[in-house]
T-cell receptor, first 113, second 115 residues
Framework: KNQVEQSPQSLIILEGKNCTLQ??????????LRWYKQDTGRGPVSLTI?????NTKSNGRYTATLDADTKQSSLHITASQLSDSASYIC????????????FGTGTQLKVEL | NAGVTQTPKFRILKIGQSMTLQCTQD?????MYWYRQDPGMGLKLIYY???????DKGEVPNGYNVSRSTTEDFPLRLELAAPSQTSVYFC??????????????FGPGTRLTVT
């Protein structure tokens, strides 16, 4: 069964600190992986998308890495801000069709003063 | 562009009542999707559509119906509401131009409670 597991489940950090969120998946065959940010009460918004041939992708203070061999991805947030407080969701898209998305349960990040 | 819009934002239903969740996109996207998000769980696909007149079941379609008469609209119908359908519902859309990249744009969600 295709699965996407994220860790930690929740995380609290101080403003200005860095953090790394993890995503392990078993989806196969694999097409691409993306990270979404979901603010409370809002729909998910895409941060990065990586195909199997890409190892890293940055979007401002967000940097995602992908190791397709070990089926692991990480999202690194640099110099965190209060506005980074949100749920971060890892989504893996299987090859062969646009409807084959598997969502992780997300990491709830809280950035405090 | 307004993107993906959903109405209503909140709704409380009694068991057995019916309702339609509305979803509209103005990006001329071919694909549209309905998801539900339960607390502490990942989004689950209910139904999707690859174009006007074409719909198909997702992972959790029981208790729901959809139609796609236009490119812009993709309503989700609950016929006999049950407490198990208490959830947050998200509509999304995408334009399938590249098989390696399925960028989906999400609406703000509808929070539904069935009591």
């Amino acid at each position: 069964k295709n699965q996407v597991e994220q860790s930690p489940q929740s995380l609290i950090i101080l403003e200005g600190k860095n953090c790394t969120l993890q995503c392990n998946y078993t989806v196969s065959p694999f097409s691409n992986l993306r990270w979404y940010k979901q603010d409370t009460g809002r729909g998910p918004v895409s941060l990065t998308i990586m195909t199997f041939s890409e190892n890293t992708k940055s979007n401002g203070r967000y940097t995602a890495t992908l190791d397709a061999d070990t089926k692991q991805s990480s999202l690194h947030i640099t110099a965190s801000q209060l506005s980074d407080s949100a749920s971060y969701i890892c989504v893996v898209i299987g090859a062969g069709g646009g409807n084959k998305l598997t969502f992780g349960t997300g990491t709830q990040l809280k950035v405090e003063l | 562009n307004a993107g993906v819009t959903q109405t209503p934002k909140f709704r409380i239903l009694k068991i057995g009542q019916s309702m339609t969740l509305q979803c509209t996109q103005d990006m001329n996207h071919n694909y549209m999707y309905w998801y539900r998000q339960d607390p502490g769980m990942g989004l689950k696909l209910i139904y999707y559509s690859v174009g006007a007149g074409i719909t198909d079941k997702g992972e959790v379609p029981n208790g729901y119906n959809v139609s796609r008469s236009t490119t812009e609209d993709f309503p989700l119908r609950l016929e006999l509401a049950a407490p198990s359908q208490t959830s947050v519902y998200f509509c999304a859309s995408s334009y399938l131009a590249d098989r390696a990249s399925y960028e989906q744009y999400f609406g703000p969600g509808t929070r539904l409670t069935v009591t």
